[in-house]
């Protein structure tokens, strides 16, 4: 039972019935006012004032008079309709129409004083319109959030912003360019795949020393694990030296399907590369599980390498072949979520990420739990709120 409902004390059924009662008698009601106006008394003061008829001018005060009455109950009339038609049809309205209460209907009521049978005719469309619009219901509460208090005892401990601030200084071209030139080198002791993205944004810098050192960053980054995956295949080509064998054989085939996951993951291979990258890294990753199929790792990192293409069934049988084999099940959830999420299985997502422990996840995973640990009609609103 709704809170209308609740408030009036009528069933549902009832109560609609009652209105569409009203919504008649309002019809009803405006038919008598038009047979009242209809015996109204003809006015013959203007004849009278041009002499072409002899007393008259008594006849025409009597009518003036009688016409005043009719006029005066037709308005009467006219707003008892209007009123029975602004009760029914507000009513009727959808729920989502029906607040606030006054100004809907006094407008309604208006509406139909105004104009006889044309505002029933607007009312009665309207509600047709309204229960065909789809619904759209928003909940937005406003929260109060807490002010954080600044933690003295971690000063030492903790680097607050400093992602943030370089990002900042990188991006403002109006500041020195030797000051953006520090900024660039203090990034090349962050995580290679946190700061790619910025250093490739920098590529289209318009100074050319931000552009060259960004550049040179990137490259060499590649360069190091080009390196590194040649050195691993002359373990395998045996051109160099004697092809290695059994467990060495493996370690090698492991090692370059997670170095070329490093090349797709750390942001540094794009287009045509990145898919021989996806690939090379798929086929040592299977290489390398055919003498040990029970290597969780690399079942994680071929259900990793499944899910960015997309491969949404062969991902979820990766993963889960991962936590088969030994992998943590709680580190493993979020990209189960992730597959449930592309399968547009939201149940299963909730499911899924109400096993995450919070204070073992990363702050930007946190976000992604408070999202949809919520009630359903509360996760935008309280998501926003936390987030400001």
Sequence with gaps: MSASERASGLPGGLAAALAALALAAGAAVQLAAVAVAAH?????????????????????????????????????????????????????MPARYRTPRGPLAGYLWFMNFAVPFGGLACTLGALAVGTRLPRRERHLPIEQVDEPTFAASRTGTVSYGRGARLKAELQNADLDTSFRMTALLAMQSMPARTVSPLLQSMLADPLDDIRLLAYGILDNREKGLTQRILAQRAKLDGKSQPAATGDARRA????????????????????????????????YASAALEADPSDASLWRLRGRLALDQRKLDAAAAMLQRAIDCGFPRERMLPYLAEVAYLRRDYRRVRELLAEVDRHETLPTLRAVLDYWRAPPGASSSSSLAKSS
């Design 252 to 283: 090698a085939n492991k090692a370059l399907a997670q170095l070329y996951s490093e090349l797709i993951y750390e942001h540094l291979v794009k287009g045509d590369v990145y898919r021989n990258a996806a690939d090379q890294a798929d086929a």
């Design 40 to 92: 109204g008394v003809a006015d013959l003061s203007a004849r009278a004032l041009a002499g072409e008829l002899a007393g008259a001018a008594g006849w025409g005060a009597l009518a003036a008079k009688t016409n005043t009455q009719l006029l005066l109950a037709c308005l009467g009339l006219q707003a008892i309709a209007a009123t029975l038609i602004a009760a029914g049809g507000a009513r009727l």
